[in-house]
């Protein structure tokens, strides 16, 4: 089974199950009669369609998934799961994710911002140049990065830095 | 008569050295944003709306329209120089573009898509002035009913333009955007819906955090996910376009207007069509259709003018009826909010003079286009040779500034987070952005619109299908549907024998 049909398998499924909560918890929202509100414009009423929506269009999914499935049972044979480099992917979420929930509030803005490039820069870079260059190049960009972002919003468009 | 003197007082109005000097670096910004493959429109207009948010409105709006038209057009540069449309909307530039580039002709090839890309943005923005007065009026007979229409219609048409093979998946994204705009205090009674108790999910998910999440982070991990991709040297000697080749062609660029306006204006399709759109009709028009594909200027002038004419065209539904035609023009709709202008129906009653300032500032973006893209053409190229890796940690940077300066909630940097890491798995699904945003955009008017009607009819649906503009919204909205569903596609090919639709299965 082809690996982007496998994954609309387990994302109907999800969908699927997403949407039923939904449908369920917008039937559960108070409809606010006690205020003498109309039942109409109870706030569960849009949410819960369009849940139903989403299910219904979850089942479509599941179903197409499975008849695809047993079509393709057999004889196919499975190509990697991601085309591509599912690596550098992973790193790159890993360097955002370690400069926005790790480094950003425990260092100073300018701090966390430069070593962020760097490591971004410095991780990304060594397949492209050598590696005293990218560290140099890595080192110039997150000297640039700090200051240039840090004044530029601070000063110039007077906008709160995290 | 009056409307025009309006415009011409508004042009006037923004001949000051420092709107010119907004006009300038907004434009050659939204070039380079554009030019940069992986760097949509979307992203240029999210992020520059969240850093200008405490400038006045109109430097503002300005600066968005301006960064708007520059990366619709910046695009066209990666396409005839690296066969990459810089922005989905310049996909079909590539067709004929890259040939033209192949060829030697590649300093022709660009000249072609700017001028084309200028006359395309003059001609939306007669439109705007033309018909945006006009729509308002119609408009104000639109009651709620026809509102849950044009949000439901928006949100499926979208869906099936932009997964044309699959519209499941373009719907699937839509509702989805719909469901997300559900979270948080409703605008009816304030209950917080979907928040167990959470003040910061009560306030809602902030529409420009999930922006600049499904469009920045997660196309920053796209585009590091791939292989690098070359860079260019040279856009060859000549620049400027033969002017033969413009003026014989007239009735291609007036035609490509035409079409990528109304591309423009249904909502939620916007510029990726309009360029499509333009580029199939100049084709199907052509004495010499064979040429298309192989560096034809035709086609290249069709495709730019195109996407550059929907422009204005979807900005005509914004101003109009509050309702995006394309996914920037959802961000520049949220930005003209935040900035306290109320478009919808109402807007030549309440600000009667925005329509004309709004298309005085396309026609000074357009200006900028013309000048900086023939004058610049090989400095811009420099902006091609940045390695990604240095440019990829500085838009994140930017990302999580954007996020955070509006409200100054570390809860938006984690929406923003969470929108960019399911744009990513989305997108690595196939699942179409652009419905995603305009769910959205649309979920706040689809619902207080609804319940509204609901509670005028007495929870009778029946005016939702009788009263006649909505009556036509929801055949439309069903025709839609059924074009997505192959056997009834099939079907209707089979009835009329039209090969002609094979096209679109």
Redesign the interface.
């Known amino acids: 089974m082809p690996a982007?049909r496998r994954?609309?398998l387990w994302?109907s499924l999800l969908?699927t199950v997403l949407s039923l909560v939904?449908v369920i918890?917008s039937w559960r929202?108070?409809r606010?009669q006690d205020?003498g509100?109309?039942?109409?414009?109870?706030?569960?009423?849009?949410?819960g369609?369009?849940?139903l929506?989403?299910l219904l269009?979850?089942l479509?999914?599941l179903l197409?998934s499975l008849r695809e499935r047993r079509a393709t049972a057999s004889p196919v044979p499975s190509r990697p799961a991601?085309a591509?480099?599912?690596g550098?992917?992973l790193?790159?979420?890993g360097?955002?994710?370690a400069?926005?929930?790790g480094l950003?509030?425990r260092l100073p803005f300018a701090w966390a911002?430069g070593l962020?490039?760097f490591a971004?820069?410095a991780?990304?870079?060594f397949e492209?140049a050598r590696p005293w260059r990218t560290l140099g190049?890595a080192a110039a960009?997150a000297v640039f990065?700090a200051i240039a972002?840090t004044l530029l919003?601070e000063q110039l468009?007077?906008?709160?830095?995290? | 008569m009056e409307g025009l003197s309006a415009f011409a007082a508004a042009i006037a109005a923004f001949a000051t050295p420092s709107s010119l000097f907004n006009v300038v670096w907004a434009t050659l910004l939204g070039i380079a944003v554009g030019m940069m493959p992986g760097l949509t429109a979307t992203l240029g207009v999210a992020l520059l709306t969240t850093?200008?948010f405490?400038?006045a409105a109109g430097d503002a709006i300005l600066i968005l329209i301006c960064t708007y038209v520059g990366a619709i057009y910046g695009g066209s540069r990666t396409a005839v120089l690296l066969n990459i449309p810089g922005t989905p909307a310049n996909a079909a530039s590539t067709l004929d573009g890259y040939p033209l580039a192949r060829a030697g002709r590649a300093g022709e090839a660009l000249g072609i898509a700017t001028i084309g890309s200028f006359l395309g943005s003059i001609f939306g923005m007669l439109m705007l002035v033309l018909i945006a007065p006009e729509l308002a009026e119609f408009g104000l007979k639109f009651q709620s009913f026809e509102f849950v229409w044009l949000a439901i219609f928006g949100v499926v048409i979208a869906g099936r333009i932009t997964a044309l093979d699959d519209p499941?998946?373009g719907?699937?994204a839509g509702?989805?955007g719909?469901?997300m705009a559900?979270v948080g205090q409703?605008g009816?009674?304030a209950?917080a819906?979907?928040s167990y108790g959470s003040t910061d999910l009560s306030g809602g998910l902030g529409l420009l955090p999930a922006l600049v999440g499904a469009f920045g982070?997660a196309e920053?991990?796209?585009v590091?996910?791939?292989?690098?991709y070359e860079t260019v040297r040279d856009a060859g000697r000549r620049i400027l376009p033969k002017m033969r080749d413009i003026t014989t062609r007239w009735w291609t660029v007036l035609r490509s207007s035409v079409l990528g306006t109304v591309m423009g204006i249904v909502p939620g399709v916007g510029e990726d069509m309009g360029a499509w759109v333009s580029y199939a009709a100049a084709r199907r028009a052509s004495r010499e259709p064979e040429t298309f594909g192989k560096g034809s200027t035709e086609g290249l002038l069709a495709a730019e003018t195109g996407n550059n004419a929907a422009v204005p065209g979807a900005i005509i539904p914004v101003l109009t009826l509050a309702v995006p035609g394309s996914a920037p023009a959802a961000v520049l709709l949220a930005a003209m909010f935040i900035h306290g202008v109320r478009p919808g129906p109402m807007i030549m009653v309440e600000f009667p003079n925005f329509v004309f300032e709004v298309a005085a500032m396309l026609f000074w973006a357009s200006v900028a286009i013309l000048v900086l893209g023939l004058a610049l053409t090989r400095p811009m190229l420099h902006v091609l040779r940045v390695?990604?890796?240095?440019l990829?940690?500085?838009v994140?940077?930017?990302c999580?500034?954007g996020s955070?300066?509006i409200a100054?909630r570390?809860f938006d940097?984690w929406v923003m987070?969470g929108f960019?890491?399911l744009g990513?798995v989305l997108r690595?699904?196939?699942y179409p952005m652009a419905p995603l945003v305009l769910g959205i955009v649309l979920g706040d008017l689809?619902?207080k619109n609804?319940?509204?009607a609901?509670?005028l009819s007495?929870?009778s649906l029946e005016p939702l299908v009788t009263r006649p503009i909505s009556a036509v919204l929801a055949l439309l909205t069903l025709a839609v549907v059924l074009w997505g569903i192959a056997p009834v596609r099939r079907g209707v090919a089979r009835l009329f024998g039209a090969r002609n639709l094979s096209k679109w299965q």
């Open positions: 982007d994954g609309d994302f969908l939904v918890e929202m108070p606010l205020l509100v109309h039942p109409m414009s109870a706030p569960g009423l849009t949410p369609l369009i849940g929506v989403l269009l979850g479509l999914l197409r991601v591509g480099h599912r550098r992917a790193l790159a979420v360097l955002c994710l400069y926005a929930l950003l509030g911002t962020f490039v971004f820069v991780a990304f870079g492209r190049g960009m990065t972002v919003f468009f007077l906008v709160r830095l995290p | 850093l200008t405490r400038m499941i998946k719907w699937i509702f989805l719909l469901l559900q409703e009816i009674h209950y819906r979907f982070f920053i991990l796209s590091m996910k791939q292989a690098s390695p990604r890796e240095y990829m940690p500085l994140f940077v930017l999580v500034v955070f300066a100054s570390v940097v987070l960019g890491l990513f690595e699904m196939n689809l619902d609804f319940r509204r609901m509670v007495e929870g």
